[in-house]
Structures are given as structure tokens and as C-alpha cells.
């Protein structure tokens, strides 16, 4: 026995417990359970969140059984690009196995996370009957459940503090889900229902906000009426998050006057968002809150036009977090450099997505911030051109990127200028930014921009690829080079089978592959899922007219691996093998 | 560390096995419709090899014309959530669309050679009207009260309704104004008396 192990032997399993309870990231609470067979003992049975990134990649009872005591368990499902319609409907994704069995073992759930899962009414009502102590609901890009479901929690859920729904496809059922909050009920700390079409009743949610004096987050959708805002506001001025879905008025009647007065005195908001219906005439009576403002969303708001966003701007100094819309142009960029010293993270999303992109924003506008920001960390773009040289100037002014992602509108766009490919530009990006953790790249690009990434991303956990690169070899260089690489995901690149089977091993490093419209075939998948058996190799099929399956050298439109320790799932359509 | 510059030789062809296709039915690219499809595309779907082909038409089209790259409609792109480019989609309709009678109107004045049209939907209020009306037709008109009217004014400006009759501006809330007016007439004051005043 080491002398470390006669140390650790003095301690009791107590001790080491409350030790290990300082460690709250994920990584350090991993990373002790490697050490020995009794660190590994205490951790999990003291572990309360759990974070399952793919909820294909174990099953309930896997992690049940090894973490008996959690109390928090946040799932992710679908593959990223579902986001974009390239995942069918009914690939997967239920949570409904996931809380059977939670509640039928006593797992003391409090928090549930989802992100891009199936949630049926059935799954929400069997939640909020099963876990006494429930408190926090967050549900992101998921679907499948209506306003019933909602009913449910807020009905059943005693204790709920947190209902977060952020961007969720729901039936709206226009029902009052909202009025069975029960009186009682007065533990609300944040609500979030900014993404539901319908209108709730405005007196049961005055009520509600009324009695719940610990709320700090509100965000409302944008059926709730201004008078409604305005006499919430009044009774919760506590807020720190806000959320306003219309905010349209004559800025010419009293109760404009009533809501710019009670504005006036929310000085602890911190957080802005919605403004889906807006009149920009309104938003003088925003200014007061501005100056406060640490982040700001307005990227649901096209009705606020560039020089109205840039006089709202001009008052956030303090800002740390903007996400709007493009048409706030180059110049509207400017001054967003000029102003929010404090930025740390910028998106800028695309308020035209039909047509010609009059309104987008180009390279001088990234430049612009690069250079204006030195804090900025975090960076999501869509624009409509891009050059080399920008690139490599951002590349200067903010070496601290851990996020990056570019969009070019026109999906293989040369440098503006030159013409050439992007290859330098972002290889420049990489090369300075040695923390990135996430990049998306975009332009036209050939392998030598794998190359750059392949030799300089050390720390790189999430590459995002589209109609890039000329042949394996680029693909061959981020597989071998990207030594942290979690997730990869290509679509239209012509990336083939010597690419996806040199390494067959590095899949097992990762948590998933996906690759649709690239040069892979069937039978390179079906290799590749006999050397790999702790891989899903998944094949999504929506050519219906087939009969059979496709012969060996027929390519594959669609392939999504990850690594998993319950093999096949059970619950795949039709329409998606597992070879 | 100086980085590489690489020149790419081949833009215009690729030495893949990439079939150029005819763009989908549903898209309104301007990609150039190859006849060289060596395989005729029996559905809408295009295969990659298509999309990357016609992308890189476009590209060496655009390197021989100099011209901006056209943007061409492809499943997923620009990678925006459905539920954002709904919202987005919602938000313009909603902006773009006549509710009622209101929105381009057009607007007349007495003595004037021709008609103007202005759109309803860019005011917000009466102020911001008539504001408008006087900048673009350089007329003067007066204050309004419930009681006088214009009265005094050396132009009035007045509405055709719903139902046909010549209205005073000013006299509904703004919405219902919108929504009822289907004309402008500027009229001389001298000849509007006996309209909504004394």
C-alpha cells in the first residue's frame, strides 16, 4: 500500500464527501473519480447533477445505478444540425423512458434540462407527479408537447421555482395553463414563456407576480398586452431579467406614460430580450434601463431599424452580452465598438433569409468590434461577405476567442477582395486564438484550412463544417490533429470513406460524428460499424421508393455515429438503421 | 510563423465525381442550368455533389464577371433555427401585410396637378401625419381641435371612410382611422367650411 493510500485511509468517506462537494464543474468531479476505486465511491454517491450529452450514449438505469443520490440530470438529443431541418421527423430523442424511470426508482429529481428532445404532455404530466421536491424545468429547441403539458407542471410542481421554455416548438391550445398556477404557489424565481403563440389570462398572471416576491426572471410572450406589462412591472421591480414580447403603444396616451414612469424604476434589471412587436417610437422609454444593461437580445425584433438600435446602444455601456439582428449594418457595429467596452460575446443573425441580403452586415463590421472589444470572447456572424485580411486582424485584436463561428450567407463565397479562398483567414484564427473550444467555418475553403485547424487547435471540442475543403485529406487533418475534439459535424463536403476509416479508434474520443452530403458510402459505414461496437452507426434513409437496402458502393446521404455504452437503440423510426 | 499562401488552381472544375444537375424546382437560384448532367435528377432532392457543383458555377462564374456571388437556396442555409426564421418569417409578414382598407392611400390636394400616395402604416399618429402631408405637399395646415376643426387653416385635410363619406382627420383614434380611410383630400379651407365645425 503507497503512502498516499494510508493518508487517504485516515479520512472518512464523510471527509472526502464534503471535500468533494466544493467541486461543482463536471471535469474536476470526473476527473476524482479516476483516482481510485474509493474516490470513485464517494464521488458517485455524492454526485447531484448529471450531464448526459447524448441521451443515446447510456441508458436510465446505467446511470441510475452509478449515481444513486443525483438530483439534477440534464439530457441533450438530437444532433445539432436537426436545428436546420437536415434530421427528419421522429428520429428520436424521447425523454419519456428517461422519467419512467427516474420515478419508478426513486430518484429524488429536482432540476431537469432538455435540449433538442421529444417531451410528450404525457412526459410533463408524469414529471410533475412523480417528483415532490421538483423545482427547475428548462426546455430548449424541444417539441412535442402542447400547453396541457404546461398545466401539469404548474398544477402538480408545489415547489417550482424555474419553468424556462426557450425556443420550443409548442401546441398552443390557448387553454389556461398559466391560471393553474395555484394560489398557493408563490416560489417562482423565473419564467420564461416568451416562445408560446397564445395569450394567457392577464389577471392570473398580475396574480402570480404578485405573490411571488423571489422572481428575478421574467419573459413574456408576446400576446401579453402593454397595460398588463406595465402593471407587472409595478409589482415586481425586482427583476433582473425581462422579457417583453409586444411593445406597441401611441406614445401619445397615459398608459404609455404609466409604463415609461414604472420603467424608470426598474433599476435592477440587468437582462433585456423580445420585442417581436414593437413600435421603435416606444423605446425612449427603455433608455433609463439601459444604462444597467449587461445583456441584450433584440435579435427577434426586425421591426427596430438600425439608427433606432443604434440609439439604444449607444446607451449600454456596460454591455456584455448583444445578440441582434444584421440590419443594425456595419455602421450600427461602429458604434457598438465605440460603446460596449465590457462586450465579451456578439451575435449577429440574418433578418433576411429569402433574398438578395440588402440589409446584411460585412467584414468591417467584425473588424470593427475586434477592435473595439477587447474582452470578446464569444462570436456567432452572419454576413455577407468576409476577406482574408479581416480575418486576420480579428485574429489580432482578440486572441481570447472560445467561440467562433462565421456564416457566410452565400454558403462558398470568396474573399471579397482577392477572390482567394478563406483558408488564411481562418487559419489566422486558429493560430492566435489558442483557447478556442467551438468553430464554424464557412467561405469558400479548401484542405489547407484543415490543415491550419488540424495544426493549431489544440483545445478545439466542436467543429462545424459546410461545402468545404477538396478531398479526404482535409478531413484527415482535423481527425488527426484536433487531439480534444468532442463533436464534428460536415455536411456537403466531399469527404469520403479513406477519411472516415483511418482512425477508427479516434470516434471512441468523441462524442459523435455527423456527415450528410459528403462522399461516404454504405458499405464504408457498415466497416466501420463492424470494427467499432461501442459506436451507433446510424444511417438516416428518407428515399422512400428504396426497396432493401442499398448495395456497398452507394453513397450515404445521412450518417450520425457517437459512442455508446447500451448499443442499438431501441426506439429507432424505420427510417434509421443502426448497421 | 508565415502562413502558406496557397492559389487554387481549379476552381472551376473539380476532379471529383460531382454531377452537375439541374437545380430543384424549388429553389430560385441563379445557377446556371448545366445540360452536361450526365444524370437526370429524378426527384427534387439534389445530391451534394449538385449543390457543390452549382456553388461552384456560381463561384467561377462570379470570377469571370466580377459580380457579387448570387445566393442560392439550400436546405438549411444560412444554419438558422426553424423556430428563429419562423419568428423572423411571422414578424415580416405581419409588417408587409394591408389589414383593411388602410396602408397606400392616395392622397389629393385641391389646386394640385396630380395625386400622391403615402403609406398609413409609416405614421404612427396624427402628428406624424400631417407632419408628412406638409412636408411632402408644402401646404399649411392648421392645429386641430375637437371643436374647431381646422378652422382657420389654409388647407384641411379630410378622408373618404368605409362607407363612402367625407370625414374630418383627426376626429377617431389613429387604428381606426387607419383601417376606415381609403383616400386623402386636402382641401382648401375657404371650402371647407360646414365640414365638422361650426
Not at chain 1, 463590421?365 to 452572419?382: D, E, M, Q, R, T
Not at chain 1, 456537403?492 to 476509416?501: H, I, K, Q, T, V
Not at chain 2, 436546405?75 to 426564421?85: D, I, T
Amino acid at each position: 500500500m503507497c503512502l498516499f493510500q494510508c493518508i487517504m485511509n485516515y479520512f472518512p468517506e464523510e471527509v472526502l464527501e464534503h471535500v468533494f462537494d466544493f467541486l461543482t464543474s463536471l471535469r474536476d468531479r470526473n476527473a476524482v473519480s479516476l483516482v481510485c476505486k474509493s474516490w470513485y465511491n464517494v464521488e458517485r454517491c455524492s454526485r447531484k447533477k448529471v450531464f448526459i450529452g447524448n441521451c443515446y450514449a447510456v441508458n436510465p438505469e446505467l446511470v441510475i445505478a452509478r449515481f444513486p443520490r443525483f438530483q439534477s440530470l440534464t439530457l441533450k438529443g438530437k444532433p445539432h444540425f436537426a436545428d436546420f431541418n437536415l434530421v427528419p421527423h421522429d428520429w428520436g430523442g424521447y425523454v419519456q423512458p428517461w422519467i419512467e424511470a427516474l420515478a419508478k426508482n426513486g430518484i429524488s429529481l429536482e432540476e431537469l434540462r432538455l435540449k433538442r428532445m421529444v417531451v410528450s404532455d404525457e412526459s410533463l404530466e408524469l414529471l410533475s407527479k412523480s417528483f415532490p421536491n421538483f423545482k427547475s424545468l428548462t426546455l430548449v429547441s424541444c417539441e412535442g408537447f402542447s400547453t396541457d403539458g404546461l398545466a401539469a407542471i404548474a398544477s402538480n410542481c408545489r415547489y417550482l421555482r424555474e419553468l424556462d421554455l426557450q425556443e420550443n416548438e409548442v401546441d398552443d391550445h390557448k387553454g389556461h395553463w398559466l391560471s393553474c398556477f395555484p394560489d398557493s404557489c408563490t416560489s417562482l424565481v423565473s419564467l420564461n414563456f416568451a416562445c408560446l403563440k397564445g395569450e394567457v389570462n392577464a389577471a392570473a398572471l398580475e396574480r402570480l407576480i404578485a405573490r411571488c416576491r423571489n422572481l428575478k426572471s421574467l419573459r413574456l410572450n408576446h400576446a401579453v398586452p402593454l397595460e398588463t406589462l406595465q402593471k407587472i412591472l409595478v409589482q415586481a421591480p425586482q427583476l433582473n431579467d425581462l422579457g417583453i414580447g409586444s411593445f406597441v403603444s401611441d406614445p401619445y396616451t397615459e398608459s404609455y406614460f404609466k409604463l415609461k414612469a414604472v420603467l424608470q424604476k426598474c433599476k435592477s434589471v440587468k437582462s433585456l430580450s423580445g420585442f417581436l412587436d414593437v413600435n421603435p417610437r416606444c423605446l425612449p422609454s427603455i433608455y433609463p434601463i439601459c444604462t444597467n444593461l449587461t445583456s441584450l437580445n433584440l435579435s427577434y425584433a426586425p421591426g427596430i431599424q438600425s439608427n433606432d438600435l443604434i440609439k439604444l446602444i449607444i446607451r449600454c455601456k456596460k454591455l456584455e452580452r448583444l445578440w441582434i439582428l444584421d440590419t443594425i449594418g456595419d455602421k450600427g457595429l461602429e458604434v457598438v465598438a465605440a460603446t460596449c467596452k465590457e462586450l465579451q460575446e456578439l451575435r449577429v443573425f440574418p433578418s433576411d433569409l429569402h433574398g438578395v441580403g440588402n440589409a446584411a452586415v460585412t467584414e468591417e463590421g467584425l473588424v470593427a468590434i475586434s477592435a473595439g472589444c477587447p474582452k470578446l470572447n464569444s462570436i456567432l456572424y452572419f454576413c455577407q461577405q468576409m476577406t482574408n485580411a479581416a480575418l486576420i486582424t480579428v485574429a489580432k485584436n482578440c486572441p481570447n476567442f472560445i467561440r467562433f463561428r462565421l456564416c457566410t450567407l452565400n454558403p462558398v463565397i470568396p474573399d471579397a477582395v482577392t477572390n482567394q479562398p478563406l483558408d488564411d483567414g481562418f487559419g489566422a484564427i486558429v493560430q492566435s486564438c489558442k483557447g478556442l473550444k467551438r468553430l464554424s467555418v464557412s467561405g469558400l475553403l479548401t484542405d489547407q484550412v484543415f490543415l491550419y485547424i488540424g495544426m493549431y487547435a489544440e483545445q478545439l471540442e466542436m467543429l462545424s463544417i459546410g461545402f468545404a475543403g477538396d478531398s479526404d485529406k482535409g478531413m484527415l487533418y482535423v481527425l488527426n490533429g484536433c487531439k480534444k475534439l468532442k463533436k464534428l459535424e460536415i455536411r456537403d463536403s466531399p469527404f469520403g470513406n479513406m477519411a472516415l476509416l483511418s482512425d477508427v479508434g479516434k470516434y471512441e474520443t468523441m462524442r459523435s460524428l455527423w456527415m450528410s452530403s459528403c462522399e461516404v458510402t454504405y458499405g464504408a459505414c457498415k466497416t466501420l460499424a463492424e470494427k467499432m461496437p461501442r459506436l451507433n452507426v446510424e444511417i438516416i434513409n428518407e428515399n422512400e421508393e428504396m426497396e432493401g437496402r442499398p448495395k456497398d458502393k452507394h453513397r450515404v446521404e445521412k450518417m450520425y455515429l457517437y459512442r455508446t455504452l447500451v448499443g442499438a437503440r431501441k426506439d429507432a423510426p424505420p427510417f434509421v438503421w443502426t448497421l | 510563423l508565415e502562413m502558406e499562401t496557397i492559389y487554387v488552381n481549379d476552381l472551376n472544375m473539380k476532379a471529383t465525381e460531382l454531377r452537375l444537375g439541374l437545380p430543384g424546382t424549388d429553389n430560385e437560384s441563379d445557377a446556371p442550368q448545366s445540360s452536361s448532367s450526365s444524370s437526370c435528377v429524378k426527384n427534387n432532392k439534389r445530391s451534394s455533389s449538385e449543390m457543390n457543383a452549382s456553388f461552384q458555377n456560381i463561384v467561377s462564374e462570379q470570377l469571370q464577371s466580377h459580380a457579387p456571388a448570387q445566393k442560392a437556396q439550400v436546405v438549411g442555409w444560412p444554419p438558422v433555427r426553424s423556430y428563429r426564421k419562423n419568428v423572423i418569417n411571422d414578424q415580416q409578414k405581419k409588417s408587409s401585410e394591408s389589414d383593411g382598407c388602410g396602408m397606400f392611400v392616395k392622397v389629393s390636394m385641391d389646386g394640385a396637378p396630380f395625386l400622391r400616395k403615402i403609406d398609413l402604416k409609416f405614421y404612427n399618429n396624427y402628428f406624424d401625419l400631417l407632419r408628412g402631408l406638409k412636408d411632402m405637399l408644402k401646404c399649411k395646415i392648421g392645429v386641430y381641435s375637437e371643436r374647431e376643426g381646422y378652422n382657420g387653416s389654409e388647407f384641411v385635410p379630410t378622408y373618404e371612410d368605409k362607407d363612402g363619406d367625407w370625414m374630418l382627420v383627426g376626429d377617431v383614434p389613429w387604428d381606426m382611422f387607419i383601417n376606415s380611410c381609403k383616400r386623402l383630400r386636402i382641401m382648401k379651407g375657404s371650402e371647407a367650411k360646414g365640414l365638422g365645425c361650426l
